[in-house]
């Protein structure tokens, strides 16, 4: 690109927050990466600013049409003090397939994630190193457009924003209690649910608010069409071990293409074990239950990396997946993506990008 | 309630557009209303303030979750010099079921009302009163709680924007060439299509830059779980004449339930015309018009209020609607709705608000 970034100091920097009690997107660091798109300049000027409030006319796109775009991926602090992000490359490349989905003009995958780098090299000392703990990087674009009609944006901004956290569903890994959601609906083949953009989640909030009265701590969706196919869980994708093999719903539109959810994959694969991406019915899913051969259930995503399913209800059945416990396949998933991703076990698989200091690059 | 609604007086006011040169959605008066709501305090310090952009912090859910809703109704100046608006309260309930379908707490219907009348009352002199001329008045609600989490928000900020505007399609009610599309979706049984929500727009867009790309003006969205039933076009609701009945989709969960299509079935009624509101298959539609039976075709919604349509494609197939002009009964019900909004003719179904100043109620 040859496309420079500029880098606006602070007067002051913040207090980090205890990092015994981070919580999860609570906490934001000293600075940010803003970008900003029109249509006769493109994407021009990355700057990494102070962190601080938004200003936007009460016209902008993104209050009135949900216009809009995120992305979720972490950075660690490996224990030999290498700064490490899990395969960046797979986010970027979703944000340009929600960009496509969303009318708004792509993104440099490569010069945004160099900028993300820079960011969170100079942000290396908020990035906590606990088990479990990280530094959250949430991309964003939204459109921008002072405009009262439906149509695309003509600007939009991208602002990227970092946060200090610990484990998402706090510090120990216990089984979720699953309510299967047979009324409301998430997405639908042909809509936007293979997109990570806000209407997915606005549509989740209701389900998941009435999961959360019923006693239970997420939705598994169903497909839009039938209600009878398994989609995904809350904000995550979902695996099933059944008999032996490793099911997970397949990539049909209206799931989201998950980065956890494709490394899962690829490490079942690299271990010998059979996964099969398939439409799965819930029907189903509960005759093999009953008899016994439901072994484990769980949960991929960034936030929480592998989240073990002790409960699943669907109208008036409810079942202890194996013993309520998190499962052994679960367990060994979990510890070995944290452990690739912190830097304590090998990276067969080639993930790990290293962010390295300016400084550091011309030293060496 | 017995809140009270300030008034922030603006240092100076804008030059008014050339009422010439409105177009729609562009221009904006001096003052907006804004209400702020908390957990603690509910929705509170309603005030009207100078028109000017909104500072939020980058975690505000509304850039990342979509959690927001909006409405659109208009302000007209009649004749004789009274201000009126159309069916306000239908509005204010709708924008109310939008919320509770996004978990967004709900407003206080009668007091936004007043809050909404007291802004008009003193952007009076922003009103245009030529043919086809209004003012829109744009409420919306988002949430602003400053938190990267997948839940309702505990902070939101509903303000009132409003903007002189020409007619939605131009100067002249030209029938619009209609596609019909039978890849993306726009909405769902179970999902979030009945509300007025960024996320509905947000998944349109595609759809419609697709259709303009083919040359075609707007959308028709058929069902999400079939693709056979006819839903609504762009962001109307869509009538069809058909030998001497009027049709339109019933209202499913997946429609946006419009106030200017309310208002066409009950002057319909009103008229003994007859109408029905039914699942409309496509096939049945291009069927009917291939007997030279489907007559009229019309959008109904409040930027547009009657928006003829005189051609449809769906696949290989293109129909001209009568003879590509304006039917009369489309005509009839334009002519009839903005003459009942402009106060031209009388006002048999009791629809118009009339804005009276404080002064005027005081002298009075």
């Not at 606990?130 to 009609?149: D, V």
């Not at 052994?328 to 912190?342: D, F, M, R, V």
């Amino acid at each position: 690109m040859g496309q420079q970034i500029a880098f606006h100091k602070a007067d002051q920097l913040k207090v980090k927050p205890d990092p015994e009690h981070l919580g999860f997107g609570r906490h934001f660091t000293d600075y940010m990466l803003e970008m900003d798109y029109s249509v006769d300049d493109g994407w021009h000027d990355a700057r990494i600013v102070p962190y601080g409030p938004i200003t936007l006319q009460p016209a902008a796109t993104v209050f009135h049409y949900g216009q809009e775009v995120f992305e979720g991926m972490k950075a660690y602090r490996a224990e030999d003090g290498r700064i490490l992000l899990f395969r960046p490359e797979m986010n970027m490349r979703r944000m340009n397939q929600s960009c496509a989905r969303l009318n708004i003009p792509a993104i440099d995958e490569a010069f945004v994630t160099e900028a993300i780098m820079k960011l969170v090299d100079i942000e290396k000392d908020w990035i906590p190193s606990k088990p479990g703990q990280s530094l959250y990087i949430r991309p964003f674009i939204i459109g921008t457009e002072s405009f009262l009609g439906v149509h695309p944006a003509e600007s939009y901004k991208l602002i990227v924003i970092l946060s200090p956290v610990g484990a998402y569903f706090g510090d120990t890994v216990n089984p979720v209690k699953i309510y299967v959601e047979d009324e409301y609906v998430r997405a639908v083949r042909g809509g936007i649910g293979f997109a990570k953009t806000g209407g997915n989640y606005a549509a989740s909030l209701k389900a998941q608010s009435k999961a959360e009265e019923l006693g239970f701590d997420q939705v598994l969706w169903l497909d839009g069409v039938e209600h009878k196919y398994v989609e995904e869980v809350g904000s995550m994708n979902i695996f099933f071990k059944v008999d032996g093999e490793v099911w997970t719903p397949a990539l049909n539109g209206s799931i989201l293409p998950g980065v956890t959810r494709d490394s899962v994959i690829r490490l079942l694969q690299h271990w010998g074990v059979p996964v099969k991406e398939k439409k799965i019915s819930v029907k189903k899913l509960f005759k093999k239950a009953e008899k016994q051969k439901l072994e484990e259930v769980f949960g991929t995503g960034t936030a929480a990396v592998i989240s073990p399913v002790g409960f699943l209800k669907w109208e008036d059945r409810l079942i202890r997946v194996g013993n309520g416990e998190i499962g052994p396949l679960s367990k060994k998933l979990y510890e070995t993506l944290t452990g690739i991703q912190t830097g304590r076990l090998e990276d067969e698989l080639g993930w790990m990008q290293e962010v390295s200091s300016e400084e550091t690059a011309v030293a060496d």
